[in-house]
């Protein structure tokens, strides 16, 4: 409808993601409140093919994915919640040729997680690949790109356990049932990749 969606967190309490409309000319014409009882802050938000929006919230002690789908009158269409094993990081989503969704994270269990979902929010599949090099275990997914054909291209950051600071770049493929193809490390200096 040509108008313009984002996302925003309570930085006060963080129980609350707030999901905003502007129109075409900045003039704000809706927000929306979501509560959660503790919130790790949503990072994306992507728009489907369904005139719908999706994003995502993490949840600590117990850890929990929340995904949202929702109407562009910021209308609830369903939430999901996910039981993770472990302090996972998700921060990328995208969508499937079937209408669902692909997310991805990593974090401390020194793994990546890859997690797909139909159109309704019922779980597909939900894989935790460990580490792919044994210098760098821990791994976090930065982004996501759906290239067609339910397969995607994924970038990220690997930090190793002896220097935190050297944390090369990473790519990598994957396909909607979680299968890993093309890895590659992009090593620099000093720091280490943000986006």
């Given at each position: 409808?040509?108008?313009?969606?984002?996302?925003?967190?309570?930085?006060?309490?963080?129980?609350?993601?707030?999901?905003?409309?502007?129109?075409?000319?900045?003039?704000?014409?809706?927000?929306?409140?979501?509560?959660?009882?503790?919130?790790?802050?949503?990072?994306?938000?992507?728009?489907?093919?369904?005139?719908?929006?999706?994003?995502?919230?993490?949840?600590?002690?117990?850890?929990?994915?929340?995904?949202?789908?929702?109407?562009?009158?910021?209308?609830?269409?369903?939430?999901?919640?996910?039981?993770?094993?472990?302090?996972?990081?998700?921060?990328?989503?995208?969508?499937?040729?079937?209408?669902?969704?692909?997310?991805?994270?990593?974090?401390?269990?020194?793994?990546?997680?890859?997690?797909?979902?139909?159109?309704?929010?019922?779980?597909?599949?939900?894989?935790?690949?460990?580490?792919?090099?044994?210098?760098?275990?821990?791994?976090?997914?930065?982004?996501?790109v759906h290239d067609g054909n339910n397969q995607y291209s994924c970038l990220g950051c690997a930090k190793g356990t002896n220097s935190p600071i050297y944390a090369p770049l990473i790519f990598f493929r994957l396909d909607s049932a979680g299968n890993i193809s093309n890895y590659k490390e992009f090593h620099f200096p000093f720091?280490?990749?943000?986006?």
């Amino acid at each position: 409808d040509s108008c313009y969606m984002g996302l925003a967190n309570d930085n006060v309490s963080s129980q609350h993601i707030y999901l905003y409309k502007f129109n075409q000319l900045g003039k704000l014409v809706w927000v929306k409140d979501f509560p959660f009882a503790s919130l790790i802050p949503a990072v994306q938000m992507i728009s489907l093919s369904d005139s719908s929006v999706a994003f995502i919230g993490q949840q600590g002690s117990p850890y929990a994915l929340y995904v949202y789908k929702v109407d562009l009158s910021g209308n609830l269409i369903w939430a999901k919640s996910l039981t993770l094993p472990s302090s996972f990081n998700f921060t990328s989503l995208a969508p499937t040729t079937d209408g669902g969704l692909i997310l991805t994270g990593g974090g401390c269990a020194g793994s990546d997680m890859v997690i797909h979902l139909d159109a309704d929010g019922t779980l597909l599949s939900q894989h935790s690949h460990s580490s792919f090099s044994s210098q760098y275990p821990f791994q976090n997914v930065l982004s996501i790109v759906h290239d067609g054909n339910n397969q995607y291209s994924c970038l990220g950051c690997a930090k190793g356990t002896n220097s935190p600071i050297y944390a090369p770049l990473i790519f990598f493929r994957l396909d909607s049932a979680g299968n890993i193809s093309n890895y590659k490390e992009f090593h620099f200096p000093f720091g280490c990749a943000h986006s």
